[in-house]
């Protein structure tokens, strides 16, 4: 069974990923680095990361979300999460990257963010 199991779909002009599984080291980084990659070749620059079935996820992880940030945010496009788990939420806090990402608790908060 993969680490990672991706759902794509669109709202509007957002392509929301609803994630279940682990973000680690490894397949789920490289699901998730494919995923993002993908998108912004076929030119989905506004991506939701639904991440409440994401029930771990490690330092690789943390610094994939970190890098399809990055991607994105050169394409000039928007990466927002949605709905952290408390775990990912202490962890994005403790490393500070809860400044940097846009997180939201709700689906149409987030969807609503978008520029």
């Given at each position: 069974?993969?680490?990672?199991?991706?759902?794509?779909?669109?709202?509007?002009?957002?392509?929301?990923?609803?994630?279940?599984?682990?973000?680690?080291i490894?397949?789920?980084?490289?699901?998730?680095?494919?995923?993002?990659?993908?998108?912004?070749?076929?030119?989905k620059?506004?991506?939701?990361?639904?991440?409440?079935?994401?029930?771990?996820?490690?330092?690789?992880?943390?610094?994939?979300?970190?890098?399809?940030?990055?991607a994105?945010?050169?394409?000039?496009?928007?990466?927002?999460?949605?709905?952290?788990?408390?775990?990912?939420?202490d962890?994005l806090?403790?490393?500070?990257?809860?400044?940097?990402?846009?997180?939201?608790?709700?689906?149409?908060?987030?969807?609503?963010?978008?520029?």
């Open positions: 069974m993969a680490e990672l199991n991706i759902r794509e779909r669109q709202a509007g002009e957002v392509t929301v990923l609803d994630m279940d599984g682990r973000i680690t490894g397949e789920g980084s490289v699901a998730l680095r494919s995923a993002v990659r993908r998108l912004l070749e076929e030119g620059k506004n991506i939701l990361l639904n991440l409440a079935g994401v029930g771990y996820i490690d330092s690789s992880g943390i610094g994939e979300l970190v890098s399809s940030y990055t994105i945010k050169n394409q000039e496009g928007q990466l927002k999460l949605l709905s952290l788990t408390e775990k990912l939420r962890l806090t403790i490393t500070k990257l809860l400044t940097v990402f846009d997180a939201y608790e709700t689906e149409s908060d987030a969807l609503s963010n978008f520029k």
